[in-house]
């Protein structure tokens, strides 16, 4: 259950929250329920194609089943959230120039939040569009999506869905996708052979992308590059 209002007292600020209850069976068997506030509002600065956005989240943690590798049990977490996006692409269906860029930046418990959970997690995401023979027919597409999750205070008790998955056609939730792979198949695994997630997460794609037509919604071609993978930490991470 949510509710946004995207444009509070007639300026560009949007306010919002969501309330969660919900159970996931997937490996790991987890519940989760909380609460979420969000604010945002568009920028001047640098240019008013920015926007940052704030959220404040309550949440129970219930981990049913961890497989053996996850620990099992209920856990309190307080999260702060910050992200600071930019858009200027020309066409949200098929962009052919400009960019967009995010940064996502989450504090769990550590030194000014309650809970049994300290850790941070980071995420930058990029993807790149530029016309060939300046046409917005043909265009080459490249995108970057890194992401890093680190303890504070080390053992803490991170959920398995804070973890970074990737394999698949990015319908499951909380998956980046990966062509040619299964649903959350690529990255480390556990004693009994089951994708685990990773803390550190690393993907590249490129694009080429040929429209027949725009009109009345877009049908392409395309021919891409893609290597990603999940890693267990940092220094595993090559």
Do not use: C
Not at 7 to 32: A, E, H, K, N, V
Not at 56 to 85: H, K, M, P
Not at 119 to 145: A, H, Q, V
Not at 176 to 184: A, F, I, V
Request: glycine share 10%; net charge negative; aromatic share 16%.
């Amino acid at each position: 259950l949510g509710f946004t209002e995207p444009w509070f007292m007639d300026t560009p600020t949007s306010l919002g929250f969501d309330l969660f209850d919900t159970r996931q069976r997937y490996i790991y068997d987890l519940r989760q329920t909380g609460i979420t506030l969000r604010a945002g509002r568009r920028l001047k600065w640098p240019d008013d194609r920015f926007y940052l956005q704030g959220l404040l989240r309550f949440q129970y943690n219930d981990v049913l089943d961890g497989r053996r590798f996850y620990a099992e049990g209920i856990s309190r977490q307080y999260t702060l959230g910050l992200t600071l996006s930019r858009n200027d692409i020309d066409n949200p269906i098929f962009p052919s120039t400009g960019s967009k860029i995010s940064f996502i930046g989450e504090l769990t418990g550590g030194p000014i939040l309650p809970g049994d959970v300290d850790y941070y997690k980071l995420e930058l995401k990029t993807d790149w569009y530029r016309r060939l023979f300046n046409s917005n027919r043909l265009t080459f597409y490249t995108g970057i999506d890194l992401g890093y999750i680190h303890e504070i205070v080390k053992g803490t008790t991170i959920q398995p869905f804070e973890f970074f998955y990737m394999g698949g056609n990015g319908l499951i939730i909380a998956t980046t996708p990966l062509r040619g792979y299964e649903d959350r198949s690529v990255g480390p695994v556990s004693e009994d052979g089951f994708t685990i997630g990773g803390r550190v997460k690393a993907k590249y794609v490129a694009e080429l992308r040929a429209a027949l037509t725009l009109e009345p919604m877009p049908i392409y071609f395309l021919l891409f590059a893609e290597a990603g993978n999940t890693f267990l930490d940092l220094p595993s991470a090559d």
